[in-house]
């Protein structure tokens, strides 16, 4: 499967937003909620204490710019017709109109949009930079980008805006969401071992600051506004070593569990996108990272004793499973292995594009050659990719 990996280009949230202004705007918001008592606490677990958003914590939480449910001429006619004088019908409509509108999906999501669009961009050129390449050597394009959705997609904006040749492959994936990290260089792969003078660009922007939904008042919903982080990534693949590979991927793995589809996902509502959470999908994910040890215990089944991972590169979306993760590693393995996974995690959960940031984590530190890696993610469905490669 050889197949090269350049060190890739990060580009995160340029607005800052803290953990404490979150826990202010929610407690603000939601003080009579059964888990208001317990916000401060819930925040500091989480162990972040800001994250970066393509957009500022002021455009989350800004109301409409509609009317309110009062400012439709049928409103006040129907008041009249209730018995309503004219004079109290104005003053009731006046009072309906002072109360704040949600944002639409269209005020949400279409600033959020372009900022992915340009995120990716710059992700892009800085990858493409960094593997001392040009943007006609780019042969395939594979973008990924789940949280704010368009037809046609972040294929086809950045093929216009780089611009890329008329002949590359566009592969666009709207919905790997978390896995997108692991998947596209699976894909990848797959790609320049069928033709190993093939240059895959990989671009994964996402905003997930836009399910931040400051009308929700469940927990679940008070987990997700603490988590989310937004971030660009992009990197060079391909079917031969180049003088700036930092990687080569030796094999992938991909595993689905049946009936879990239910357990996370994003909903478009009325008021924009919802990431809905279930508490059972984190000893789900524990199950694909249970199957993931069964793959690589296989792999070197010949050489058990000897063989373990230099570093894990992995993110399964929370503590939880880092800890799981650790706990049911081989007790021979050394430990640290999920270092950079949980230094990356400390500034947010930033969902497909996690796996390229705890990469490039550890390619500043100076991962030494010939270190083995491990490369994990999973997501919604819940389906997962692992890959496995040496350092170069």
Same mark, same amino acid.
């Given at each position: 499967?050889?197949?090269?990996?350049?060190?890739?280009?990060?580009?995160?949230?340029?607005?800052?937003?803290?953990? /404490?202004?979150? $826990? *202010?705007?929610?407690? =603000?918001?939601? @003080?009579?909620? &059964?888990?208001?008592? %317990?916000?401060?606490? !819930?925040?500091?677990?989480?162990?972040?204490?800001?994250?970066?958003?393509?957009?500022?914590? /002021?455009?989350? $939480? *800004?109301?409409?710019? =509609?009317?309110? @449910?009062?400012? &439709?001429?049928?409103? %006040?006619?129907?008041? !009249?017709?209730?018995?309503?004088?004219?004079?109290?019908?104005?003053?009731?409509?006046?009072?309906?109109?002072? $109360?704040?509108?949600?944002?639409?999906?269209?005020?949400?999501? &279409?600033?959020?949009?372009?900022?992915?669009?340009?995120?990716?961009?710059?992700?892009?050129?800085?990858?493409?930079?960094?593997?001392?390449?040009?943007?006609?050597?780019?042969?395939?394009?594979?973008?990924?980008?789940?949280?704010?959705?368009?037809?046609?997609?972040?294929?086809?904006?950045?093929?216009?805006?780089?611009?890329?040749?008329?002949?590359?492959?566009?592969?666009?994936?709207?919905?790997?969401?978390?896995?997108?990290?692991?998947?596209?260089?699976?894909?990848?792969?797959?790609?320049?071992?069928?033709?190993?003078?093939?240059?895959?660009?990989?671009?994964?922007?996402?905003?997930?600051?836009?399910?931040?939904?400051?009308?929700?008042?469940?927990?679940?919903?008070?987990?997700?506004?603490?988590?989310?982080?937004?971030?660009?990534?992009?990197?060079?693949?391909?079917?031969?070593?180049?003088?700036?590979?930092?990687?080569?991927?030796?094999?992938?793995?991909?595993?689905?569990?049946?009936?879990?589809?239910?357990?996370?996902?994003?909903?478009?509502?009325?008021?924009?996108?919802?990431?809905?959470?279930?508490?059972?999908?984190?000893?789900?994910?524990?199950?694909?990272?249970?199957?993931?040890?069964?793959?690589?215990?296989?792999?070197?089944?010949?050489?058990?004793?000897?063989?373990?991972?230099?570093?894990?590169?992995?993110?399964?979306?929370?503590?939880?499973?880092?800890?799981?993760?650790?706990?049911?590693?081989?007790?021979?393995?050394?430990?640290?292995?999920?270092?950079?996974?949980?230094?990356?995690?400390?500034?947010?959960?930033?969902?497909?594009?996690?796996?390229?940031?705890?990469?490039?984590?550890?390619?500043?530190?100076?991962?030494?050659?010939?270190?083995?890696?491990?490369?994990?993610?999973?997501?919604?469905?819940?389906?997962?990719?692992?890959?496995?490669?040496?350092?170069?």
């Amino acid at each position: 499967m050889a197949a090269y990996l350049c060190a890739p280009a990060v580009i995160h949230g340029e607005h800052s937003v803290k953990t /404490e202004e979150i $826990v *202010a705007e929610v407690h =603000g918001r939601h @003080p009579d909620a &059964a888990w208001a008592p %317990r916000v401060d606490g !819930i925040a500091a677990s989480t162990g972040i204490e800001t994250r970066g958003w393509m957009l500022p914590l /002021e455009a989350a $939480v *800004a109301p409409g710019k =509609g009317g309110g @449910p009062g400012s &439709a001429g049928p409103a %006040r006619e129907a008041l !009249i017709r209730e018995g309503f004088t004219e004079q109290d019908a104005d003053r009731v409509v006046a009072a309906l109109d002072a $109360v704040p509108a949600p944002q639409t999906v269209q005020e949400r999501t &279409a600033p959020a949009w372009e900022a992915v669009q340009s995120y990716g961009e710059r992700a892009a050129r800085g990858a493409l930079q960094i593997a001392g390449l040009d943007v006609s050597d780019v042969d395939c394009l594979i973008t990924s980008n789940s949280t704010t959705p368009a037809l046609p997609g972040l294929d086809v904006a950045l093929a216009n805006r780089l611009p890329l040749r008329g002949d590359a492959m566009l592969l666009p994936a709207t919905q790997w969401a978390c896995v997108a990290g692991t998947r596209s260089l699976a894909l990848a792969a797959d790609l320049v071992a069928a033709d190993p003078d093939r240059v895959v660009l990989v671009v994964i922007s996402e905003a997930l600051s836009t399910t931040y939904q400051p009308a929700d008042d469940t927990l679940e919903s008070l987990i997700v506004r603490l988590l989310f982080a937004d971030t660009a990534v992009a990197a060079v693949v391909t079917g031969r070593p180049r003088p700036e590979s930092v990687l080569r991927l030796d094999a992938s793995w991909h595993h689905t569990l049946p009936g879990t589809q239910d357990l996370h996902r994003l909903e478009t509502r009325a008021d924009g996108t919802h990431f809905v959470m279930d508490r059972r999908g984190p000893r789900a994910v524990q199950d694909t990272v249970t199957a993931m040890w069964e793959w690589l215990r296989l792999r070197y089944e010949d050489d058990p004793a000897a063989w373990h991972p230099d570093v894990l590169l992995a993110h399964p979306g929370g503590t939880r499973v880092l800890e799981y993760m650790e706990q049911t590693m081989p007790a021979e393995w050394p430990s640290g292995l999920l270092r950079y996974s949980r230094d990356s995690y400390t500034t947010g959960n930033r969902g497909g594009a996690a796996v390229f940031d705890i990469l490039r984590r550890a390619h500043d530190a100076r991962q030494k050659a010939g270190s083995r890696a491990v490369l994990y993610a999973a997501a919604p469905g819940l389906t997962a990719t692992a890959l496995e490669g040496e350092w170069l």
